[in-house]
């Protein structure tokens, strides 16, 4: 049984060793540090997180199917970021309290990395499912699914190109998706059907979501990492513009407990919950932490 | 048995269905557009009728699988135009005779597109495996090899951002890569060893290379579908500015027979051989066509 801070050292680990083998030669140096750059030392690392955990409450029974959907899920984020920054989407300086790819290395370098980040989520993938390649083709689907047109990620972030949103769905695709496939992955990497819990996924993301709404409103960049604030200098949907702070933190409250409730039964159930608690207590603004559960 | 025009077409049909599923709600209206703008009317689909040659050559016995790959390496082929075309890079105008991606629908759109595509590709790929999943894994490790970092396609754009550059390796990784994947993957379609396709591909690739360079000073724009002059223009490495012209028609001439002598003993040679010739013929200058082989 792993804790948070043991999972978070494994997976850097896989990270790192799966990022040293795109960096050998022939790879440009550039590219190649930018990778690097991209992925470490990371945020909360969330995403895959959440994918071991459940692939350990459902019982797993191969930990290397487990880990590189946790490392693909976490690639694809991260690949999301550094395109979601560039000049012609958000133009942002700063990620994760240093300046982003495209700053540090350059355009045309910082949309190479992105690509190369999404490729190697597949390549990782099909390489940890070697034993068992009947759950590769599942977890593609879902991975695939989550990340690109019409249901993933891409598909969310196009919607900011168009002159009508609805706020509801462009969530759910921009950063929803990518948590349903989070506990999808997590089940189908242990040999369980995803359906069941595609609730807890979704609920997360949804969560996740108000928070950094908030976050936005309520932290110092210092905090936060990256500029705050931007939302509204963007004109950008979010739930507090839409609900308020205390109308977007009560709501912030529901969809948590709500996803705790939805956990489905299973070998390792009490376990994930307590997890869930601990990632769910994060996401709170400091001044309302006792609010959640 | 199929000719190259009933195989265009095929591949046309499936390439439309896969775009169709992309385009379904909740897809946004311009990002849906954009991929098929990009994949449509297309080029001579060389790369993913190599693939489907070589796997009928090598007696084909399961063609979903064949024509995943084949869709998997056009589509793969489409996002690294989409990408390339970009302002930070090429900032071309023109691609296949329209305007690109970035200036049809916008720069924020083209890199999504490109992501789409991408993500599109290894999606379309398990689909097309799920009655043998067990060649997935080794398709994938080939096509994420030839599009990703160290050994692909973003490797080899990336060394455009390098301030020195080695000619023979960035034409191998940015185009003798995928021609490498589309033979080696066309005969792990068909359930055989991809090693001896290796050289087919590799010779392939760099007589295309070869050819596109002489396109760029011996065409004139209307006839190559975008602006030619660009190597020179860019300062970009080429094969007519290390031998001239006439240097690099004897270099593809010398390429193509190497070519055709390396096909492996297989059910469908003879035809194969035939395939290769012919198209080979297309890639010479006009003026030089007589001295194909």
Known sequence: ????????ERLNLALSKTLKDAKQT???????????????PGGARVRPTLCLSVAEACGEDDYAIAESSAVALELIHCASLV??????????????????VHRAFGETVAVLAGDSLIILAFENLAKGCEKKP???IQLIKILSKSSGVPFGICSGQGWESENEINLSAYHQLKTGSLFVAAT?????????DPEP?????ARIGEAFQV?????????SEKNVGKPTGQDAKNSRP???NEYGVDGAINRLQDILSGAIASIPACPGEARLCDIVRKQAKQLMPSFAADRVL
Do not use: Q
């Open 1 to 8: 049984m792993r804790n948070i801070r043991n999972i978070h």
């Open 197 to 201: 819990w595609v609730e807890l996924g």
């Open 26 to 40: 022939p790879a440009p140096p550039k590219l190649a540090a930018s990778v690097d750059y991209a992925v470490f």
């Open 211 to 219: 928070a950094d709404d908030l976050k936005d409103v309520t932290s």
């Open 134 to 136: 009947e759950r590769l």
């Open 238 to 240: 979010s739930a507090v």
């Open 83 to 100: 395109h979601d920054d560039l000049p012609c989407f958000d133009d942002s300086e700063l990620r994760r309290g240093k300046p982003t």
């Open 184 to 192: 999808c992955m997590g089940a189908v990497s242990a040999g369980e």
